[in-house]
């Protein structure tokens, strides 16, 4: 896909004026002698949903880690809340309010569910009040399961419980890195649904996601990244809408 990168448009959550809760400015970042980022500039505003689209390569992942701590840019800057972060240290960030589920899940197999929820709250001395109920209350199947391994979990269960234990640490922005990955529909249909929730209840989410139509059906907002820049972003209505995004990206012709 190729094209002219759009002008950034408000989502109906958040005022166009609102100042952004994390901003990308021109962020690079690289592996070795590859550039994975190619200076983009991103912006969530707090009460959003926006989806970072791309196909497998496209800097999708590279642009979450980066943004979490996990790796430092070459070039750019990362501001959350007004706050540069880059170069912070991953355990720092997620102590300001950013939660990070990773591609993959990576619970603690030999830990039980109670176990790895309780975990998602380290920052804290101790687990805020409400909380832990709060989360078994989304994942009502986590509670009947929480004297279980993580391990023994069904793929579903694991992406849930992943999902709860960074919620656990109480985040004002959630990276998801592609929470659908290898899930039946059913399962991504109640993922989808979690996610909605949680950010009704006041959760800004950055969503990178393999399956583009329940990530524009669920999101505010987009961004089209392709081969590290980010060439398109619109509203999701408008970038569904899109003939270039509906042939590269939900399987449709573009004539």
Request: aromatic share 4%; charged share 15%; glycine share 18%.
């Given at each position: 896909?190729?094209?002219?990168?759009?002008?950034?448009?408000?989502?109906p959550s958040a005022s166009p004026s609102a100042?952004?809760?994390?901003?990308?400015?021109?962020?690079?970042?690289?592996?070795?002698?590859i550039e994975a980022l190619k200076g983009i500039d991103l912006v969530v505003r707090e009460g959003e949903v926006?989806?970072?689209?791309?196909?497998?390569?496209?800097?999708?992942?590279?642009t979450l880690r980066a943004i979490s701590g996990l790796l430092t840019p070459r070039q750019g800057e990362v501001l959350f809340?007004?706050?540069r972060i880059d170069g912070v240290p991953?355990?720092?960030?997620?102590?300001?309010?950013?939660?990070?589920?990773?591609?993959?899940?990576?619970?603690?197999?030999?830990?039980?569910?109670?176990?790895?929820?309780?975990?998602?709250?380290?920052?804290f001395r101790r687990v805020p009040k409400g909380e832990l109920e709060r989360v078994l209350n989304l994942f009502p199947v986590l509670a009947q399961r929480r004297s279980q391994q993580?391990?023994?979990?069904?793929?579903?269960?694991?992406q849930m419980l992943a999902i709860g234990r960074a919620l656990m640490g109480r985040p004002r922005l959630l990276l998801l890195d592609e929470p659908?990955?290898?899930?039946?529909?059913?399962i991504v249909a109640q993922i989808f649904a979690i996610v909605r929730e949680i950010n009704q209840q006041g959760t800004t989410v950055l969503l990178v996601e393999q399956n583009a139509a329940q990530a524009l059906r669920l999101a505010d907002r987009g961004y089209v990244l392709e081969t590290g820049v980010i060439v398109m972003t619109d509203t999701a209505a408008a970038l569904i809408d899109d003939p270039r995004v509906r042939?590269?990206?939900?399987?449709?012709?573009?004539?």
């Open positions: 896909m190729t094209g002219e990168t759009a002008s950034p448009s408000a989502s100042s952004p809760l994390l901003e990308l400015r021109a962020l690079h970042v690289g592996y070795g002698a926006v989806t970072l689209l791309g196909a497998n390569g496209a800097g999708k992942t590279t809340d007004g706050r991953p355990h720092e960030v997620v102590g300001l309010g950013l939660g990070h589920v990773p591609e993959g899940r990576r619970v603690f197999p030999d830990m039980t569910v109670l176990e790895n929820l309780e975990m998602g709250a380290y920052r993580a391990g023994t979990l069904s793929g579903g269960e694991q659908s990955m290898g899930l039946a529909p059913l042939a590269a990206y939900l399987g449709e012709g573009a004539g």
